[in-house]
Each structure stands twice: as structure tokens, then as C-alpha cells.
């Protein structure tokens, strides 16, 4: 039986990405491996696919609006280069990973077989079980709050939950003969994942539970009107927090949480508390975007130097400029290191894709296609919604997944890719 340079491709792109989530929520390591595995082998298959580069080319034009966007988030590192005659080399790499991860990827996948990349969705089950491992069976820590080498506490749920989220929309697809165990193990692993995360009591992720659900419950077409969607949205945002007050040990959190703020906004403006931390970071980080609106600091190094000059003014306590070199947001250190250039590219990131992936979730009619886009969709809002209050491209692992399950999901979200497919079986 002879094997084509498509199924060769399908199956290696397929183990690429069902690698890189297991190997970004564990302490194997070799994320970054992988990624770059990912990449190159995409680029390579660019010119070995039927039809080589040209075909590639052509299956990407579509694209070039989304291609425009991510290389937009180049421009600001590039000008600070420029104007500054000064290398910027973890800046550079970020925003070319968010570039090359996706369109690298895109333009690979969508010459392979679209089931087969399904396949990749197992993933989430490895990582999801993985990751709950480490919140349920602790080394030398407490119960609950996981603390990676590569993630803080707080990174480490949003991952979490944003893997269970993927792995619930993933059980309209069947992947196998066995569509019932399929489906049990499925639901098993998203419930044993999201009862992990509520262990990490990470308050960060209860904000985007809410706008998961919406996605879930239009992706099933449980609502399509607006208006009802909007009271739909309403009762979301309630049962969630019902359902987080109803938590003793979240409860105590979001109490602690609002002490905090009313605490750090009147009487002690520097205190060393959780949430008044993030209150001193978040503005000492706009006066350094007022002081440098276009372009900010430049380099993410600047930050924690920039942050010393601000214990002065009042803005920050000395121990916590002493402690962080970032402002536990990912919008915020954007508007301060890149300025509102940045900030632009920032935004471009999150809702260039999400754009495309909303129009062919409430578009589209294939439910292959759809359930690709509510994946697709709830990663950028995701990451939207995570990155207001936790600086989640912190490491190069993070935005690498994001990259290429960008470019994953892009590809089985498109309507003539799904179309190929559907012809193949008849």
C-alpha cells in the first residue's frame, strides 16, 4: 500500500500538536522544541505538498488581512530598533513567533486531512489530566496552587480551564468508531480539569467563564436570537458568581480581594496585598505609557528600572519594585513597553482571528467547521479576557500556543477545507 507525502504530513503535523499542550502544562519540558519541530516541519512541507509553495500560496490568500494584522505587532519592535539603534531581541522573537507560529502552521495544515488533524484534540486530554495531577498530587507545596518553573499559579489555572473549555467544544467532534467511550472520556477528563482549576483558586478565570459559556451555548444553537442571548449572558455572569461564592475558599478570595482594593484606594495606597500589588503595578505602568505614549519603553528589560523610579511618586512601595519586573498584565505591559503602537498590535492579536473565527461560527453550517471556530474563538477571548489581569505571554511556550492553535484552528474552520473533506468520503 503506498502512503502519500499527505498522510505522511497528516500524521506528523497531528503528533506535533497534540505534543505541544501536554508538553506546555508539564515539567517534561521541550515545549519550545516542539514548537520549533512544529514550525519548520510546516515550512518544509509548504514545498513538498502536491502543488508545492505555489499551492500554499494560493490556500493562503484568503489570509492576508489576519497576515497584515500579525505582522503589524512587528512594527513597534522594529521602530524601536530603528530609532534607538538597539537590538530587541526577546521583543523581536514574540511578536515573529506570533507571525511564523501561525501562518507557518496554516499554510501546512491545510494540505493535510482534516480528520486526521482532529486527531490532535487528544491532546487536551493528556495535558488537562497532566495538569490536574499537579494540583491534586502536590511535591513539597500546598494543595492546590500549582507553581511550574514556567507558571505562576495564576497562568497555570487560566491554562487550565482554557484546556478543559477546548476539550468540552471538541466532544461534537467523533474522532473514532467508539463515539460513546469517546464522548465519556471526553466529559470525565473536562470535569476531573475544571474541579482542578477551582482548586488552584485562580480568580482570574471565573471573568471569561461566562463568555465560554455564551460561545458553548451558541455553538449547540440553543439561542440564536441577540436579545435572548443577551439575558443569556446576564444569567451567566449570575450563576458564576453564585457558584464561585458558594466556594468557601473562593468565597474568602474575592472577600479578601475587594478588602484589598477599597483598602489600596483609600487608607494605604502602597499596601503589600495581592490585589493592592497589582493596583501599584497597573499604575505605575500607565505613567510610563503617559510618559511615552507611541512607542513605551521599548524593552520589557526597562520595566522593573522605570518601576523604582516610581516609589518616589507615591505610585509603588519599594518592596514591590524590588520583587516585579512586570505588571501582572499583558495589556499594561504592552501600553508601557510598546506604547500605544503596541497596544494596537496587542488588540490585533486577540480579535484579528477572533473576527474570522466568530464569522464562520455563526456562518458557517458544517459542524466540524463550527466546532474549529468556537475553539478558535474561545482561545483568543480567552486570552483576551486572562491577560487584563495576569501577564499570560510572559514565556515564549505560551505565545507559541497560542501561534499554532491559531493556525490549527484557522484551517479546520474553513468552510473549502472542510468541503475537500466532505468530497473525499463520497
Not at 487550565?160 to 473514532?176: D, E, F, K
Request: glycine share 8%; charged share 15%; with cysteine.
Amino acid at each position: 500500500m503506498r502512503i502519500s507525502i499527505q498522510q505522511i504530513n497528516s500524521v506528523l503535523g497531528s503528533a506535533l500538536l497534540t505534543a505541544i499542550p501536554v508538553l506546555l502544562l508539564t515539567e517534561i519540558g521541550h515545549a519550545s522544541n516542539a514548537w520549533y519541530a512544529l514550525v519548520l516541519s510546516s515550512l518544509v512541507m509548504w514545498f513538498t505538498r502536491e502543488g508545492g509553495v505555489k499551492a500554499t500560496l494560493t490556500g493562503l490568500r484568503p489570509y492576508r488581512a489576519l497576515a497584515s494584522a500579525l505582522a503589524y505587532c512587528l512594527l513597534p519592535t522594529l521602530l524601536f530598533m530603528s530609532l534607538h539603534r538597539t537590538g530587541a531581541g526577546a521583543e523581536l522573537e514574540r511578536a515573529t513567533r506570533l507571525l511564523c507560529g501561525s501562518l507557518f502552521v496554516l499554510g501546512a495544515v491545510l494540505s493535510m486531512k482534516p480528520q486526521w488533524l482532529r486527531q490532535a484534540s487528544w491532546g487536551f486530554v493528556f495535558a488537562g489530566l497532566a495538569s490536574s495531577a499537579y494540583v491534586f498530587w502536590p511535591a513539597e507545596r500546598e494543595l492546590g496552587r500549582p507553581l511550574t518553573p514556567e507558571f505562576n499559579s495564576v497562568s497555570y489555572g487560566n491554562l487550565m480551564l482554557l484546556i478543559a473549555v477546548l476539550l468540552m467544544y471538541s466532544t461534537r467532534w467523533t474522532l473514532t468508531p467508539w463515539s460513546r467511550t469517546e464522548k465519556t472520556i471526553k466529559w470525565v477528563t473536562v470535569g476531573i480539569t475544571f474541579v482542578a482549576f477551582v482548586f488552584t483558586e485562580t480568580r482570574t478565570g471565573w471573568l471569561a467563564l461566562p463568555v465560554f459559556g455564551v460561545i458553548w451555548i451558541y455553538l449547540n444553537g440553543w439561542v440564536k436570537r441577540l436579545a435572548t442571548m443577551l439575558y443569556v449572558t446576564i444569567g451567566l455572569i449570575a450563576v458564576c458568581t453564585i457558584l464561585i461564592l458558594c466556594i468557601p475558599k473562593m468565597h474568602q478570595r474575592i472577600t479578601e480581594g475587594v478588602n484589598e482594593v477599597s483598602e489600596c484606594l483609600t487608607t494605604n495606597s502602597t499596601a503589600f496585598t495581592s490585589t493592592c500589588i497589582r493596583v501599584q503595578l497597573w499604575r505605575s505602568s500607565m505613567d510610563m505609557f503617559v510618559e511615552n505614549p507611541i512607542l513605551g519603553l521599548g524593552l520589557r528589560k526597562n520595566f522593573q528600572p522605570e518601576l523604582q523610579l516610581r516609589v518616589s511618586k507615591g505610585l509603588v512601595s519599594q518592596r514591590v519594585a524590588n520583587g516585579w519586573a512586570e505588571p501582572h498584565s499583558d495589556m499594561m505591559m504592552v501600553l508601557a513597553t510598546q506604547g500605544v503602537l503596541g497596544g494596537l498590535g496587542l488588540l490585533l492579536v486577540y480579535f484579528a482571528p477572533a473576527f474570522l473565527f466568530a464569522r464562520r461560527l455563526s456562518l458557517g453550517r458544517d459542524n466540524n467547521a463550527r466546532v474549529a471556530a468556537a475553539m478558535g474563538l474561545a482561545i483568543c477571548l480567552g486570552f483576551a479576557v486572562f491577560g487584563l489581569t495576569e501577564l499570560m505571554f510572559r514565556g515564549m511556550r505560551t505565545v507559541g500556543f497560542y501561534a499554532v492553535m491559531i493556525g490549527w484552528l484557522m484551517a479546520l474552520s474553513d468552510p473549502e477545507f472542510n468541503a475537500e473533506d466532505l468530497r473525499a468520503k463520497v
